[in-house]
């Protein structure tokens, strides 16, 4: 079974400062990567995913993810962070199931910006 | 694009009450949709997985009379909370996988449920 694991349950960063959340995972077989946002009073929102090719994938909101599959880790990053990103970030796994797709979340990383 | 409602988005109910939760993919449909269930500060635990026109696949531990789910078309799939109690308060949240498209789900925006 899948697994994903976030070192990082809150991290505090600079308005301005650059971003990396670290995201471990745990997958048999390629696996299928996502990067999902949440903020108080909305659902999720997908930011990136990756399947396969370039192992960096570009995303919304200025964010990008590398998927580096020795170190089995898939790592978010962002240059330069805007308060406006202050939220919940969750790393996930997805598995093919009997056609549709299991997905694992991790536990999450609280992103807080002081100005 | 993609949008996925839940209505009710707060519900507070009676303990031994049951509690029907709707999840609606707006502008796509979807075979398949998910239900998680999010306790605070903590990740979200998949519940069950909704396939249209046929019974839900619960995960271990998951009581499936006690959260019954019911996909009855190709955009809705009903989540109802049978006799609740308050241990049941939690944030309910679905997703639904677009149809041809086993890649991405997209979520709602989730329905807190409180139990008194």
């Known amino acids: 079974a899948q697994s994903v694991t976030q070192p990082d349950i809150h991290i505090t960063v600079s308005e301005g400062a650059s971003l990396e959340l670290r995201c471990n995972y745990s997958?048999?077989?390629?696996?299928?990567l996502f990067w999902y946002v949440q903020s108080p009073g909305q659902g999720l929102q997908l930011l990136l995913k990756?399947?396969?090719?370039?192992?960096l994938v570009q995303g919304i909101k200025g964010f990008e993810a590398e998927f580096k599959r020795s170190q089995s880790s898939f790592n978010l990053r962002k240059p330069s962070v805007h308060w406006s990103d202050a939220a919940e970030y969750f790393c996930?796994?997805?598995?093919?199931?009997?056609?549709?797709?299991?997905?694992?979340f991790g536990t999450g990383t609280k992103l807080q910006v002081i100005p | 694009g993609a949008v996925v409602s839940q209505h009710p988005s707060w519900v507070i109910c009676k303990s031994g009450t049951s509690v029907k939760i709707e999840c609606r993919s707006l502008?796509?449909?979807?075979?398949?949709m998910f239900w998680y269930r999010q306790f605070p500060k903590q990740s979200l635990m998949l519940m069950a997985t909704?396939?249209?026109?046929?019974?839900?696949?619960?995960e271990q531990g998951v009581e499936k009379d006690k959260f019954l789910i019911n996909h009855a078309s190709l955009t809705l799939s009903t989540l109802t909370v049978t006799s609740a109690h308050p241990e049941d308060s939690s944030f309910y949240i679905c997703?639904?996988?677009?149809?041809?498209?086993?890649?991405?789900?997209?979520f709602g925006p989730g329905t807190r449920l409180t139990v008194l």
């Open positions: 997703s639904a996988e677009p149809s041809g498209s086993a890649d991405t789900q997209y």
């Open positions: 997958y048999g077989a390629t696996p299928y």
């Open positions: 990756y399947f396969s090719g370039d192992t």
């Open positions: 996930a796994v997805g598995a093919d199931s009997g056609g549709y797709q299991k997905v694992t």
């Open positions: 502008d796509f449909q979807a075979t398949t």
């Open positions: 909704s396939n249209e026109g046929s019974k839900a696949t619960y």
